[in-house]
């Protein structure tokens, strides 16, 4: 056997980041017998080494400087970047609604925003393959959307305070609500190359790491499956250019360790999500034939709406995303719409964003912050319109590798700024209702989106519908680059579903190729 | 910090229910104290005196100002800052030049005269800064035992998550 440094030769393909987007094809393409490694910047994070603490966790966030301008300026590191081998899924707090098929035809509903270049049929099988294999929690009947073929494999996970408080005030306005699809175990399950995932023990810290493997992040589920059938996943090793030869693309040259190393593939698939991916594309030249790369960046409406009640609600206990309503789906007067979901929080979340969302300071800070176990929040994710003034691109400042650092200019539009606004005032309805005191909102953005989007037209999009980049032979996309727009659901089974996907364009593109001299 | 308040601390961090991972981060962050390194001896002062009214603390039991020096001296940071500010140090000595000066010696009220002043001239500086002292204060393990905070003792699980339905442990935690 190889020294477990060494790195693998004669690679069929390389890929680049092993969240959502990397992950799942990784291990459909090592189970059909393909030669695959996966470079990943971060390193892992095993769940027993996982510790029930904010800070002590900051290792699986993105914390290279980025520069955020625009008149909403996005926060990057613990709000949506992860580092670590996962990915954002180390943190991710497992919510996995699928998106409606009208998430997709965006433009044909409202005349702007856009269509995605697949239907909702073709995304159906993987979302049902998908929720099988994560071993999704949710409830026997999920009250929007298509009717399912198969129910969720488990049942769904206890509601916790917040969760209670706003299906009771929904209630009181009409609003359907429901448990919420979590990829977390509300049983034991089999998890081929991990071993036995564990039941859910009501930890609500899935934003600072599952540490019993109950939660579906990528490490306990598709790259433990990707290496059980061979893959080889090199962790601690930035990515820093693409090398070609003849136009193609010949493979990755990555720091580790700081050291310089290159690995050669056939193909190469970049999945370092909507941040990493453009930058990278972007230092190299390439793939930009269309002027996108960086493009339409994208980032849900996501506002909270917090209060503090009577009751001892210990925000800290349960899967803090327990309940939702999607009957904001469409609301009259906005494009798109909107999903509603309860909120529980970590302690050290919660207090600097109440400090950055009030500024708020002296004894009035301390006196709302001891009030913590009474907290409670509610918040929405919205679409977000794709438009060329969000940009990612490169400055002159330059990080500690000697890499630009990324300039992401985000301003909401028209429609996200009423979307904000209606979000906010039914929210603040709700708690009124629940006879919340303290109610304070925080605008936000969540999700990073956009950057190299998927399209049929090479002159407006980056990727073809199936990944494949439209201007550099043997190089693919899957992350949430792609997404042409940004669906009203969160983006991670969604994200899945088309890493399954592209893995299965790229096993039919070798089915169709002569067998390799 | 109390020779009860301590034991509390302890006792709860050093039993099962609190994960190895978890308690090696927390008895860690219970005593720590940094020497200064980032800041002149002047603006460290500055800064004591700043943070003392932001985020009212006793700085012989939580050492934030410590805690933002050796976050800035390691370059640690939270992935991100506004394209128009300045890197995080940097920014933070300007905001601390722009106070009055003898700021350090001005009684409660002036100094908040001052800090307001401040905060509308360089709102995000301010804000970062604002955010990381809440950071500090709201992570340290006796900050959470005043608040009644238990999140990290949760092992081997939470058996119910609805409102007022509480472990021993949780009821037991905090000032009585």
Redesign the interface.
């Known amino acids: 056997m190889a020294p477990a440094d060494s790195l693998p030769t004669d690679l069929d393909i390389l890929v680049i980041g092993t969240g959502a987007g990397g992950a799942p094809l990784l291990a459909r393409l090592a189970s059909a017998g393909l030669k695959v490694a996966a470079l990943d910047a971060g390193v892992r994070h095993p769940p ?9 966790q ?1 290792g699986l ?9 625009g008149n909403d ?6 709000n949506n ?1 992860g580092r670590g081998v996962g990915g954002s899924t180390l943190h991710y707090t497992a919510y996995t609604p699928r998106a409606q098929p009208d998430d997709l035809k965006l433009r044909t509903e409202f005349g702007v925003g856009e269509d995605w270049p697949l239907e909702f049929s073709e995304l159906e099988p993987y979302y049902d393959e998908l929720e099988y294999f994560l071993g999704v929690s949710g409830p026997a009947e999920y009250p929007w959307g298509p009717p399912r073929k198969r129910a969720y494999r488990h049942p769904p996970l ?4 917040a969760a ?2 706003m299906q009771k005030a929904c209630a009181e306005i009409g609003m359907k609500t429901s448990p919420a699809a979590n990829a977390a175990l509300s049983r034991p399950q089999e998890q081929e190359g991990y071993g036995t995932r564990h039941t859910c ?5 899935c934003q600072a790491g599952c ?1 019993i493997g109950a939660k579906a992040s990528m490490d306990v589920t598709f790259l433990a499956l990707a290496e059980a059938h061979g893959a080889r996943i090199v962790d601690g090793a930035q990515v820093t250019a693409l090398t070609m030869k003849n136009g193609r693309v010949t493979g990755a040259e990555f720091m580790r360790g700081g050291e310089v190393e290159h690995l050669s593939a056939q193909t190469v698939i970049l999945a370092a999500g909507a941040v990493e991916t453009p930058r990278l594309l972007l230092m190299n030249g390439l793939a930009n034939s269309s002027g996108q790369v960086g493009r339409n960046f994208m980032a849900h409406v996501g506002i909270q709406v917090w209060g503090q ?1 009577e ?4 925000p ?3 899967i803090p995303g327990g309940l939702i309503s999607e009957d904001t789906h469409r609301v009259p007067g906005l494009i798109g719409g909107y999903l509603l979901q309860s909120l529980g929080v ?3 979340t ?3 964003q ?3 969302g009030t ?1 708020k ?3 009035e ?2 006196q709302h ?2 009030g ?2 009474h907290v409670a929040g509610i918040n929405v994710l919205g679409e977000c319109l794709p438009y060329e003034h969000n940009r990612l691109e490169l ?1 002159d400042e330059l990080d500690g590798r000697g890499l630009p650092k990324p ?1 992401v200019h985000f301003s909401f539009g028209e429609n996200e700024q009423k979307m904000n606004a209606h979000a906010e005032a039914l929210m603040r309805e709700l708690w009124d209702r629940v006879g919340a005191r303290d109610v304070w909102a925080l605008p936000r953005a969540a999700h990073t989106l956009g950057t190299a989007r998927m399209g049929s037209n090479p002159a407006t999009s980056v990727v073809d519908p199936s990944g494949r980049t439209h201007d550099v032979p043997g190089l693919w996309i899957c992350d949430n680059s792609i997404f042409p727009s940004s669906l009203s659901v969160n983006p991670a089974l969604t994200q899945m579903a088309l890493s399954l996907r592209t893995a299965d364009a790229l096993l039919g593109d070798l089915k169709g190729q002569a067998p390799r001299s | 910090m109390t020779v009860e308040e301590r034991s509390a601390v302890l006792s709860l961090l050093n039993s099962a229910h609190v994960t190895e991972p978890t308690r090696r981060a927390l008895l860690e962050r219970l005593d720590v104290r940094y020497e200064r390194e980032f800041f002149g001896e002047a603006e460290f002062e500055r800064l004591r005196a700043l943070a003392l009214r932001l985020v009212p603390h006793n700085p012989a039991e939580l050492n934030l100002t410590g805690t933002v020096d050796h976050r800035l001296h390691s370059g640690v940071g939270d992935g991100w800052r506004y394209a128009d500010a300045l890197p995080d140090g940097e920014a933070y000595r300007e905001l601390l030049a722009a106070l009055p000066d003898g700021f350090e010696t001005l009684d409660g009220d002036a100094q908040d005269t001052a800090i307001h002043g401040v905060q509308s001239a360089h709102p995000h500086a301010f804000e970062d800064l604002l955010a990381e002292l809440t950071e500090a204060f709201m992570a340290h393990p006796l900050t959470q035992y005043r608040f009644g905070y238990a999140g990290f003792a949760d092992a081997p699980e939470w058996p119910r998550v609805g409102p007022n339905e509480l472990e021993p442990r949780e009821v037991a935690y905090g000032p009585r």
């Open positions: 027993e080494g996982i510790a029930t603490d904010e800070v002590a900051l966030f993105w914390t290279d400087e980025r520069l955020s301008a300026p996005v926060s990057f590191g613990r970047s206890p509601l916790n305070g209670r408080l023990t009501n930890r609500g810290f540490s009640v009751d001892d609600l210990r800290y206990k349960g970590m302690p050290v919660y207090a600097t109440y400090a950055r500024l300071w002296g004894p800070l301390v912050l001891s913590y176990n400055s300039r």
